[in-house]
């Protein structure tokens, strides 16, 4: 890709470009944005370094690159993490600055950043790309700073020190140092007062003088002054402010033809500044679409929709899905439009929004029309519509039409709250892979953590890894662990839930080493958890591997873990007992416990929290079902295909039986049900419709028995045909598998007292600030200081 790289004149932009050269893209141009008042070093903002904005001038002519800058007229007006278009905002002469570049240059189509770990500053870098439909690159994004720093050294980044601000960094000693000669100190007060390394909460700004990329020339800095802001004798803060500096000329380079480190340079364009004009002041929001206008409400009408619906008090699933396809064909896009159209009229029917959606599960019938899909998907659930943050999401292809489904079948989960926390990343990094659109990474939600489908992506270049389906598990396995430890929990010791969905293009020959993998994948990072000292209880999650036809971007492999997640919660203050009449009852329908039961079954419980449960039936146990429920065939013969539907409901029977047991022996109740998720094999004889109704009548008489199950008026399970499941990844040959998640109600700890809940706070430190939310009365706690890297 063509890339405008943002620079700020510190050593993070200019090791950004690096990397994006390195992931083979091509730096065109430079965008900086500088104070109005030439002589004036550092403004009160909390997005811009201008500290050496005097020299970042000369960057034009040593790289050979066209510079567009622009003096900032905004101010900091919108303080709450996530960002939305505000007039007046310093945000939005960052978009008139890029607006002008990529007028200038319609070639460029990504924008680089040296954002390390601020998510205040990345998601306004974000915001703007995606007003301007460029790609956020920002290679640095979440990477180890201690190593980071070692990198840019190593590499050839010669920069100094041009502002202090941190204790242990004194300016009359440490301004006009070269980094190269304070990395120990740096380490030292890491380890002393944890601060970062790279600088990254504001404890110091550099200047880069020279650095690969210079092609044409270094800077080198012949006077400066040191201005003294605060004499604070613990962190006094200093800046550097240049009084006189010079080029000097480099021979010109010779590159070889496999160097990565490589600037196509236009000659006219050399040592070429542009200043952006504009107001942002005057800015307007574009009008968002309606939804009506996107969709006809009489078309959709006229079609046979189906749903289901979990109801609890704090949580609810909504499921929908286009039934007798054969009698209405329609194309994809008028599936989903009217699948989402039924889902939100519910939501809004209920006062709620696509704000208050956890997690999406997308099935369609092709994955050759996943584009489509998603343009479609993206007409409904906007960033506009989530200020809390977009839902985490699946898409994976099911096998609908075998079943009678329309080309498109969607699940989602609802909270009745706005407590969740969602992680958004859509700038391509060496993190994990970005989201580049509105749906999440994770979300987070009264400590579970449900995170996105993951592919074996390389989040650099957003490709799959090469070498088979074992290669793609481990890198999805590693794009998990990257996601889990943002929020502070790791997969190999948190996970309550494992789907691991396996494309039927992988062959019988490799399936036993993808479970394999998982395992040993999984075990090698409890080990390194447990060598840090940084693991607390073990799980023992429930692995379920699920067949489908296909997956996103032809992947073999797709995870969907769901993570127990420590985080100021505390179960209902309701003493839980057990049920007596429950346990008495535990012959339901003549079952009694045999040790067999146990092979078809998987659980694991968080005390007090939260119960993850699959139950797997095979054709063989269902025969063994049969034979000893009441009423099983009088020969006693095992069970052969087909499973006529009177064998369904004794298996049906079952399964609801012992999930029950699994509830009651760990103090859990059908209320604290989640969801429950029914897949059945395509090859089963009894359709669909009638193993839906199977099932609804098992559970309706099921409740009858048992009060803490309210069935409702409508199905509260969701039927997900797929072409095989079971607990192995060499043998998904069950004909029923559930999966039930339940949760103990929860409450919220607070962590700031009411006293200061209303209270705005501007930064004081110099490491840290809290910015608070009118709108939620939150504060959330940003390590940005008053620099923007972009850097």
């Not at 021979?251 to 364009?269: A, F, K, M, Q, Y």
């Not at 797997?616 to 006529?644: N, V, Y």
């Amino acid at each position: 890709m063509k890339v405008v790289a943002l620079v700020s004149g510190g050593k993070d932009s200019c090791y950004a470009m690096m990397k994006c050269i390195q992931y083979g893209h091509e730096i065109v141009a430079l965008a900086n944005l500088m104070p109005v008042d030439d002589s004036v070093d550092e403004l009160d903002s909390y997005m811009y370094q201008t500290v050496g904005h005097q020299i970042v001038v000369s960057y034009a002519k040593c790289m050979g690159l066209p510079l567009y800058r622009r003096r900032l007229q905004g101010s900091t007006r919108n303080q709450s993490l996530s960002y939305k278009m505000t007039p007046g905002d310093e945000v939005e002469d960052m978009f008139i600055l890029l607006s002008e570049v990529k007028r200038q240059i319609p070639s460029i189509s990504a924008v680089s950043s040296g954002a390390i770990a601020s998510d205040y500053q990345r998601l306004r870098v974000e915001s703007v790309s995606a007003r301007l439909g460029l790609v956020s690159l920002a290679y640095l994004w979440k990477q180890d700073q201690s190593l980071l720093l070692k990198e840019m050294i190593t590499n050839g980044i010669i920069a100094v020190i041009i502002k202090v601000a941190a204790i242990g960094l004194d300016p009359s000693k440490h301004l006009g140092k070269e980094i190269t000669h304070l990395e120990s100190h740096l380490h030292h007060l890491n380890e002393l007062y944890g601060i970062n390394v790279c600088g990254e909460g504001g404890e110091y700004e550099t200047l880069t003088l020279d650095c690969p990329l210079f092609m044409f020339a270094r800077i080198v800095l012949d006077d400066f002054q040191v201005v003294l802001h605060s004499s604070d004798s613990i962190a006094p803060v200093g800046v550097l402010h240049p009084l006189a500096f010079h080029l000097e000329p480099k021979d010109l380079p010779t590159i070889s033809s496999g160097s990565n480190l490589t600037v196509n340079v236009c000659p006219e364009e050399m040592n070429c500044v542009h200043e952006v004009q504009g107001d942002c002041l005057q800015l307007q929001a574009e009008p968002s679409k309606s939804f009506d206008s996107i969709i006809d409400p009489i078309q959709i009408t006229s079609q046979k929709f189906c749903m289901s619906k979990r109801n609890r008090d704090d949580i609810f699933s909504i499921c929908c899905w286009l039934q007798d396809c054969c009698r209405t064909p329609t194309g994809l896009q008028d599936a989903l439009r009217g699948g989402l159209w039924k889902i939100e009229s519910q939501l809004i029917e209920h006062g709620f929004g696509w704000e208050n959606v956890l997690y999406i599960h997308l099935y369609i019938s092709d994955m050759d029309e996943f584009a489509m899909a998603n343009d479609t998907y993206v007409s409904f659930i906007t960033q506009e519509k989530c200020r809390f943050g977009v839902p985490s999401r699946s898409t994976i292809e099911l096998p609908l039409f075998q079943v009678g489904l329309g080309r498109a079948y969607i699940e989602v989960l609802v909270s009745r709250d706005l407590t969740k926390r969602v992680l958004h990343v859509q700038s391509i990094s060496c993190w994990a892979p970005s989201c580049i659109g509105p749906y999440s990474q994770a979300t987070l939600h009264k400590g579970i953590l449900y995170m996105a489908g993951q592919l074996g992506l390389d989040p650099p270049t957003m490709t799959l890894c090469k070498g088979g389906p074992v290669v793609e598990l481990e890198q999805a396995l590693v794009n998990s662990e990257a996601v889990a430890k943002c929020f502070n929990c790791s997969i190999s010791t948190c996970a309550v839930v494992f789907v691991i969905y396996c494309s039927t293009h992988i062959p019988s020959s490799e399936r036993t080493k993808v479970q394999k993998k998982q395992e040993v994948f999984l075990e090698q990072l409890k080990t390194k958890q447990s060598d840090r000292g940084t693991s607390s209880t073990v799980l023992d999650p429930v692995v379920l591997f699920v067949l489908v036809p296909d997956l996103p971007k032809k992947a073999l492999v797709e995870v969907k873990p769901i993570l127990n997640v420590e985080e100021g919660m505390e179960t209902e203050a309701k003493p839980v007992v057990r049920n007596q009449s429950c346990i008495v009852k535990q012959g339901y329908w003549g079952f009694q416990h045999e040790f067999w039961h146990d092979v078809c079954l998987q659980k694991c419980v968080v005390v007090g929290k939260f119960c993850g449960t699959v139950v797997s039936i095979t054709d063989e146990l269902a025969a063994k079902i049969c034979r000893q429920s009441l009423g099983a065939d009088e020969d006693g013969s095992d069970h052969q295909f087909p499973i006529t539907e009177g064998q369904m409901d004794k298996v049906a029977k079952f399964c609801i039986y012992l999930i029950d047991r699994v509830l009651v022996e760990n103090l859990f109740t059908w209320k604290d049900a989640v969801y429950l998720r029914i897949y059945f094999q395509t090859s089963l004889s009894v359709p669909m419709e009638k193993l839906s109704l199977v099932f609804t009548n098992t559970l309706r008489e099921f409740a009858k028995l048992n009060p803490t199950l309210d069935c409702g008026n409508e199905a509260f399970f969701n039927m997900i045909p797929v072409l095989g499941s079971g607990r192995s990844a060499m043998s998904m040959d069950a004909l029923i598998t559930c999966e039930l998640l339940a949760q103990k109600p929860t409450t919220r700890i607070e962590s700031l007292s009411s006293k200061k809940r209303g209270r705005k706070k501007k930064p004081k430190s110099p490491l840290y600030f809290q910015l608070s939310d009118a709108s939620t009365q939150q504060f959330v706690t940003v390590d940005v200081a008053p620099l923007f890297h972009p850097q």
